[in-house]
C-alpha cells in the first residue's frame, strides 16, 4: 500500500510558526514573517497558500481598512482552491470548512467600518455554510461568533469585539 502521508509543506511550516508568534504576544514579529511569505508566495502563487496567508495576516493587521483587504484576498484565494488541494496539506481538510470563517472575518471587519448592509450579506454567506463545520470546539467557536457578529450588525454595533482575533 502507498504511503499517503502528505509531503512537508515548507511554506505552512513558516505560516505555523509566524501564528504562534503572533498568538505568544509578538503580532508585528508574525506579520513581518507573512508579509514575506506573502511576497515570496505571490499574488498568482498557489492559492492554498494565499488563503491562509492572507487570512492569517488579517488577524495582525491593526488598520482595519488594511485588515478588510486582507479578508478579501483570503477569501478570493479561497474561491480559487480545491479540496485536492487543502488535503495535500492535511487528510481532514476540506475548503468548504474555510468558508464560514472567511465571511464570519469579512462580516465582521465591515460592520466595524459602518457598512452594515455588506457585513449582513457575509455574514449570511457565513450561516449558509456553517453546517460544514464540525461539532468541536473549532465550529463552536466560529457558531458563537457568527451570533455575536450578526446581533452586532443588527444593533448597528462598530466596535471591536473583546473575542476577535486582532482584539
Given at each position: 500500500?502507498?504511503?499517503?502521508?502528505?509531503?512537508?509543506?515548507?511554506v505552512m511550516q513558516r505560516v505555523?510558526?509566524?501564528?504562534?508568534?503572533?498568538?505568544?504576544?509578538?503580532?508585528?514579529?508574525a506579520r513581518a514573517q507573512l508579509l514575506t511569505l506573502w511576497e515570496e508566495v505571490g499574488?498568482?502563487?498557489?492559492?492554498?497558500?494565499?488563503?491562509?496567508?492572507?487570512?492569517?495576516?488579517?488577524?495582525?493587521?491593526p488598520e482595519t481598512e488594511e485588515e478588510l483587504v486582507w479578508d478579501e484576498r483570503a477569501?478570493?484565494?479561497a474561491h480559487e482552491t480545491t479540496d485536492e488541494r487543502a488535503r495535500s496539506y492535511h487528510a481532514s481538510l476540506a475548503?468548504?470548512?474555510?468558508?464560514p470563517s472567511l465571511h464570519l472575518n469579512l462580516a465582521d471587519v465591515l460592520r466595524r467600518l459602518g457598512r452594515f448592509d455588506e457585513a449582513s450579506?457575509?455574514?449570511?454567506?457565513?450561516?449558509?455554510?456553517i453546517d460544514v463545520l464540525p461539532h468541536d470546539?473549532?465550529?463552536?467557536?466560529?457558531?458563537?461568533?457568527?451570533?455575536?457578529v450578526q446581533a452586532m450588525i443588527?444593533?448597528?454595533?462598530?466596535?471591536?469585539?473583546?473575542?476577535a482575533p486582532h482584539a
Open positions: 500500500m502507498a504511503d499517503v502521508t502528505p509531503a512537508p509543506d515548507p505555523t510558526e509566524a501564528v504562534t508568534r503572533g498568538h505568544e504576544g509578538d503580532p508585528e514579529a499574488d498568482g502563487g498557489d492559492a492554498f497558500h494565499r488563503c491562509v496567508i492572507a487570512h492569517y495576516l488579517a488577524d495582525v493587521t477569501l478570493a484565494a475548503i468548504a470548512g474555510f468558508f450579506r457575509h455574514a449570511e454567506h457565513a450561516a449558509a455554510r470546539g473549532y465550529g463552536t467557536t466560529i457558531r458563537e461568533s457568527l451570533e455575536g443588527a444593533a448597528r454595533d462598530r466596535t471591536a469585539r473583546a473575542s
